[in-house]
Nanobody
């Protein structure tokens, strides 16, 4: 059974950092792209970042470019999203997803399996 579990969310002050983890089980992460998405209250879900199965292709939304870094540790079957210089507008539920496409130009789309999400709140 394919399962993704996000962790690492929480409350942080503006300018702070968090590292989100997406742990996969029931399948081997090596062969799949992983995307990170977020959804704030009253807003549509946004593709934040993604990484290809090889790790050679990454994508970042303009809103997070230069502040967020995605990485993967296939030995641990886990993907990370390091978030620095957090802003109040980064507040959202963050989801990871797999079995989709990661394009360096167009981002993350057509993902089939999703985690339950982790809340990130940036506030003073």
């Amino acid at each position: 059974q394919v399962q993704l579990v996000e962790s690492g969310g929480g409350l942080v002050q503006p300018g702070g950092s968090l590292r989100l983890s997406c742990a996969a089980s029931g399948f081997t992460l090596d062969y799949y792209a992983i995307g990170w998405f977020r959804q704030a209250p009253g807003k549509e879900r946004e593709g934040v970042s993604c990484i290809s199965s090889s790790g050679k292709i990454t994508y970042y939304a303009d809103s997070v470019k230069g502040r967020f870094t995605i990485s993967r540790d296939n030995a641990k079957n886990t993907v990370y999203l390091q978030m620095n210089s957090l802003k109040p507008e980064d507040t959202a539920v963050y989801y990871c997803a797999t079995d989709g496409v990661c394009s360096g130009s167009y981002g993350a789309y057509e993902y089939d399996y999703w985690g339950q999400g982790t809340q990130v709140t940036v506030s003073s």
